[in-house]
């Protein structure tokens, strides 16, 4: 059994001044996709979104918007907030072709905003642990959890038998959230020839608006989960059990259980390369 460590999606914004700059950003960035990497834009009039396309493949958005900003002196939105938002999803697809561009693409927006000393904000990415198993073979847990939050118990997450949601969440209020997590069929949903059962944690606009996009906060935000796998269904079914007869669940309670003994461990240095190079690469 092998696993690693992926990023899968990222997105970023940057905050306008003006309409004017809004429109100049946008033109610059998809500019610069194009040119730098084997890809076309493509006007989506039913999302008004710019797609970053290769052959069809949806490999990112290109989004302008703008909201209202309250003014807390005469208590009246009297101000508005522009923005570019591009979003890139399926970093890590296993499709070679497509993730290589991807992460090309991604690597020049946050390049040419890096040389230009343009200012942009995290507001999503997902970290994810890749293991060549089936999904019967693999168990997540959160066993550190957030307040004011619901889960699934271990016996009742699983939906249509292809991924397991951990945090109790309705699709109207998923984005209400800092961050969910869950686990899922990759081979099913890439059409693979071999099996990837994939652990994948959101980290969605709310975490950035009190967390740096750093490492830290990260591996952080990824230690809340317990990833295992199990080369014997028996032995799961067991650790199973044993979490459920706890209403509460304290590391001493952990380590009892023996959670460690079956426990994959993200690789913290991939992550770290990858977001420092992120932030520092520029294209010239």
């Given at each position: 059994m092998t696993y690693s460590t992926e990023i899968d999606t990222v997105s970023i914004q940057v905050n306008c001044s003006s309409l004017e700059e809004q429109q100049g950003i946008s033109f610059m960035l998809g500019r610069a996709v194009t040119e730098y990497n084997k890809v076309y834009i493509r006007d989506n009039i039913l999302t008004k979104e710019r797609e970053i396309l290769f052959?069809?493949?949806?490999?990112?958005?290109?989004?302008?918007?703008?909201?209202?900003?309250?003014?807390?002196?005469?208590?009246?939105?009297?101000?508005?907030?522009?923005?570019?938002?591009?979003?890139?999803?399926?970093?890590?697809?296993?499709?070679?072709?497509?993730?290589?561009?991807?992460?090309?693409?991604?690597?020049?927006?946050?390049?040419?905003?890096?040389?230009?000393?343009?200012?942009?904000?995290?507001?999503?990415?997902?970290?994810?642990?890749?293991?060549?198993?089936?999904?019967?073979?693999?168990?997540a847990i959160c066993t550190t959890k957030l307040p004011r939050t619901e889960y699934h118990s271990l016996n009742n997450s699983f939906y249509n038998g292809d991924s397991i949601y951990i945090e109790k969440f309705t699709k109207d209020k998923l984005n209400y959230y800092s961050q969910r997590a869950y686990v899922y069929n990759k081979t099913k949903k890439e059409n693979l020839n071999y099996p990837i059962t994939r652990f994948e944690l959101k980290l969605q606009k709310l975490f950035f608006f009190t967390n740096e996009l750093d490492s830290e906060t990260i591996?952080?935000?990824?230690?809340?989960?317990?990833?295992?796998?199990?080369?014997?269904?028996?032995?799961?079914?067991?650790?199973?059990?044993?979490?459920?007869?706890?209403?509460?669940?304290?590391?001493?309670?952990?380590?009892?259980?023996?959670?460690?003994?079956y426990k994959l461990k993200p690789d913290v240095v991939k992550i770290e390369k990858f977001i420092n190079n992120l932030k520092s690469y520029k294209l010239f």
């Open positions: 052959n069809n493949n949806r490999l990112g958005t290109i989004r302008l918007g703008m909201n209202p900003l309250w003014n807390k002196f005469t208590r009246q939105y009297d101000d508005m907030n522009y923005y570019v938002a591009v979003s890139f999803y399926g970093l890590k697809s296993h499709i070679g072709i497509l993730d290589n561009l991807s992460i090309g693409c991604l690597f020049t927006v946050c390049g040419i905003l890096n040389t230009f000393s343009i200012e942009y904000v995290f507001t999503e990415l997902d970290v994810c642990l890749d293991i060549s198993v089936k999904i019967d073979n693999v168990l591996i952080n935000a990824l230690s809340r989960y317990t990833v295992m796998y199990f080369q014997n269904i028996n032995e799961k079914n067991i650790i199973i059990d044993k979490y459920n007869s706890y209403c509460r669940i304290s590391k001493r309670d952990i380590e009892r259980i023996g959670l460690d003994r």
